[in-house]
């Protein structure tokens, strides 16, 4: 018969609560570094110089086609042999940021290829200068349209940061995995990490569909497009 | 000490990359079979199945395959069947990609136009009848290039298979970085075969994509 201990498990909710806190934290500066570096690629990709729509494809699918978890060694393991000596937290964000970037960089794309030349015509010809084009114009409309896509994603590179526990970042997974490490609850310490990362999935989703609109592309979703 | 030269390190990352490419036919193979059936039993409306294969799809896709992997690794112990990595890597990545691949295919066979179902119905065919003579092709040639660009996805999953034990390319590459203290050199070259791996699918899947809206 089996037994399962999920007191034992439970009885440490403060270590899960940091870990589920330290994934919020982590997921939060790389989804807002990320999806601007990622929103400046995409216009680069769209609209820039030949050259620049090169060097920007190369990183979109350098970081696409290889695993997240190659990616955090890389930066974390291999960048110290170049002199520079990051912290593992560090190392998560900025692997989170380059992983989120690239995805972000093709999503912002869709948007801001799908505007209509019009608009772009119609903005200079109101001598707005080209930051007011791309800031006031052009973005908003684009961003709302590709929102649902850009809002999976984040979810995606959250869920993904269970990886960085592996290299002794200390959020949710790390958590889990220091708890089974004290009781043996291996299994019991999973599920309930698990259960909190469905939770937090559900949760950020929701609050970025509603945030979106509210505070990122505002006032352009609602006067219509 | 040994010591390894940069053939060295590629040579036995490419042996390694075999388990990669076969962990991920395994979890393509069988993620696709209990993907379709899990279709099958949603569109042929068997009681449960609309509400069931939405919470598993909810649940793979809402959480970290991390987890799905630590959970089938321990979870399969607890009932008492003697688990290798191998198994447990398999079972779980099988699992994780017939929540994605059964969610994608639904999306392919519902941009089969309703007239067509009801065409069928209207000729007296039977559910099997319907699925493998019109609705079926249909999907199939809509469902192509989305699921050869989730092959991407599968293959890079398997790196994580590394963390409990099961040694393919990106455990290799931790292997050799001890042994060698080159982790620059040997990540980036994990990295360059993953890339050899993925990008061809990654541009097949793509010149699918763009063959089929021409068609259209």
């Not at chain 1, 707005?128 to 973005?139: F, G, N």
């Not at chain 2, 390190?9 to 395994?26: E, K, P």
Request: aromatic share 12%; hydrophobic share 55%.
């Amino acid at each position: 018969m089996i037994q399962l201990d999920f007191i034992a498990v439970l009885e440490q909710w403060p270590a899960l609560l940091r870990g589920a806190g330290f994934t919020l934290g982590l997921s939060a500066a790389a989804a807002v570094v990320g999806v601007s570096v990622g929103v400046a690629c995409g216009w680069a990709r769209a609209l820039g110089p030949a050259w620049l729509q090169r060097v920007v494809g190369v990183y979109v699918e350098l970081i696409r086609n290889t695993p997240f978890i190659v990616q955090l060694f890389f930066i974390y393991f291999g960048l110290p042999s170049l002199g520079l000596k990051l912290s593992p937290e560090l190392a998560s964000i900025i692997a989170m940021v380059v992983n989120l970037g690239a995805y972000a960089a093709e999503i912002a794309r869709a948007g801001i290829e799908g505007t209509p030349r019009g608009q772009f015509e119609a903005a200079r010809s109101l001598a707005l200068t080209e930051w007011q084009v791309i800031t006031r114009v052009v973005l908003p409309p684009a961003l709302a349209r590709v929102w649902p896509a850009m809002v999976s994603q984040i979810v995606i590179v959250m869920l993904g940061s269970a990886v960085c526990g592996q290299i002794s970042a200390q959020e949710l997974s790390y958590a889990a995995n220091l708890i089974q490490s004290r009781n043996f609850r291996a299994f019991e310490a999973y599920i309930i990490a698990t259960a909190i990362y469905l939770l937090l999935a559900i949760g950020v989703r929701q609050f970025l569909n509603w945030a979106g609109p509210r505070w990122i592309f505002g006032r352009v979703a609602q006067s219509g497009r | 000490m040994v010591d390894f030269s940069l053939w060295d390190i590629f040579r036995n990352l490419l042996l390694a990359a075999r388990w990669t490419v076969g962990l991920s036919l395994i979890a393509f193979i069988g993620g696709g079979l209990v993907g379709l059936g899990l279709l099958l039993a949603r569109l042929a409306k068997l009681p449960g199945a609309q509400h069931g294969v939405a919470t598993y799809v909810q649940v793979f896709q809402g959480t970290p395959l991390l987890m799905q992997l630590f959970l089938t690794y321990f979870g399969l112990a607890l009932v008492g069947i003697n688990v290798s990595a191998w198994v447990a890597a398999g079972v779980a990545l099988t699992l994780y990609t017939s929540a994605f691949l059964t969610e994608i295919w639904r999306g392919c066979v519902s941009a089969v136009p309703k007239g067509q179902w009801e065409a069928s119905e209207s000729l007296a065919l039977g559910f099997s009848e319907t699925m493998r003579h019109v609705i079926g092709p249909q999907a199939l040639r809509i469902a192509i290039p989305p699921t050869v660009g989730f092959l991407v996805q599968v293959i890079k999953g398997t790196a994580l298979a590394s963390v409990i034990g099961f040694i393919e390319l990106t455990k290799a590459g931790t292997m050799i970085t001890n042994a060698t203290f080159r982790p620059f050199t040997v990540y980036a070259c994990v990295a360059l075969m993953y890339f050899m791996l993925c990008w061809p699918v990654s541009a097949y899947s793509r010149k699918l994509e763009r063959s089929f809206r021409r068609g259209h």
